[in-house]
């Protein structure tokens, strides 16, 4: 038997520590860099997803139908629309509908580390989507059945503007550059454009019938509006506010677009297309569609991953979330959440 000298065992030594350092580094970079958050209006709860794993590790309640998502700027906090307005999808007789419970309507403020509402926002009647200014102190909230857009001081807890849009206000986007708000109004066909200097409307922009969701490119210089009942993608310029073309995803009544998510880099635009199953895939620097693939039922909110490499969408009526790999367009994997996912979006830690 060879005897065993010191540089042996250094040797030794120096490969387990070498193999010991490869697998916490291995296991450092299988770590989530971020986390997923849907938003379950059925059942009035929050999801919460591993994206590596690719389950829920959490959950919480919220309240009453809680839609519209955001993270404050610190990722300290969620902010929730909550709405007590019964559901009324298209073609409900509303006539019929029980009267809406005011008292539920607000923003709640979810605390990530405690895992619980901690309060909740006056926000004006039915809020469903919103958005925050530049620095984050700010709220501008839809009112659905108000027609109006409210602006809450989150600090101060408090509603310091009201501004009249048009009818059945849904979609809130603050452009990255900070110094505007569009709000879609369905019912009007149309974008209204709000200064967020004055807090006064500038413009109301007709881009299509029942327009959902509004996506801008990083450099502000473009907004993409889903108009549901047209089959079709509008595109704004987001300088001049001026609607100058439509990108045709399908027949209209037949392809529904509805939610939007950009890419980190601003080159690609996804669509999902509710009731029609698919996302659509839209490359923004000829605005053409370059491919589609279907994701699960009537898929409404949708997010891409920080690095790009992964789309969320929330399937309403399967009450599920589809974790799609974008190099091959497939779905990696549905994962089971709760009563009819509606909103979604990705965190980073």
């Keep these: 038997m060879p005897r065993l000298t010191r540089s042996h065992f250094l040797t030794g030594a120096t490969i387990a520590f070498g193999a010991l350092a490869v697998g916490l580094i291995s296991t450092h970079a299988q770590q989530p860099s971020y986390k997923v958050y849907v938003t379950n209006e059925a059942s009035g709860d929050l999801s919460i997803i591993d994206p590596i794993k690719q389950e829920v590790i959490g959950n919480a309640k919220l309240g009453k139908r809680p839609r519209g998502i955001h993270a404050s700027l610190d990722r300290k906090f969620l902010y929730v629309a909550l709405s007590g307005s019964p559901f009324a999808p298209p073609g409900t007789d509303e006539s019929k509908l029980p009267p809406p419970d005011r008292s539920a309507d607000g923003i709640g403020v979810y605390d990530i580390a405690q895992n619980k509402v901690t309060k909740v926002l006056i926000s004006g009647p039915d809020p469903e989507q919103f958005d925050l200014s530049k620095d984050g102190k700010l709220l501008y909230i839809s009112n659905e059945d108000a027609a109006k857009t409210t602006i809450i001081d989150i600090a101060a807890g408090k509603i310091v ?73 509008a595109v704004m310029n987001a300088r001049t506010h001026v609607f100058s073309s439509v990108i045709r995803l399908g027949e209209s009544g037949i392809v529904k677009p509805m939610g939007l998510a950009m890419s980190p880099d601003g080159g690609t635009l996804y669509v999902s297309t509710g009731s029609f199953k698919k996302v659509f895939v839209v490359d923004t620097k000829t605005n053409k569609v370059t491919g589609d693939f279907e994701v699960g039922q009537r898929p409404w909110g949708i997010a891409v991953s920080p690095d790009g490499k992964l789309l969320f969408t929330a399937n309403g009526p399967s009450g599920d979330v589809s974790v799609v790999d974008l190099a091959t367009k497939t779905v990696l994997k549905k994962i089971k959440v709760a009563d009819r996912p509606w909103g979604v979006i990705v965190v980073p830690q």
Excluded: C, M, W
């Design 161 to 233: 503007k009201e501004i009249k849009v048009g009818e059945e206000p849904e979609g809130v986007t603050t452009s990255p550059n900070g110094k505007f708000v569009y709000v879609t109004a369905e019912d009007s066909g149309e974008v209204n454009v709000i200064d967020t200097a004055t807090q006064k409307l500038l413009k109301r922009v007709k881009v299509g019938k029942r327009p959902r969701s509004v996506a801008f490119l990083p450099d502000s210089s473009r907004a993409y509006v889903t108009a549901e009942n047209d089959g079709t993608v």
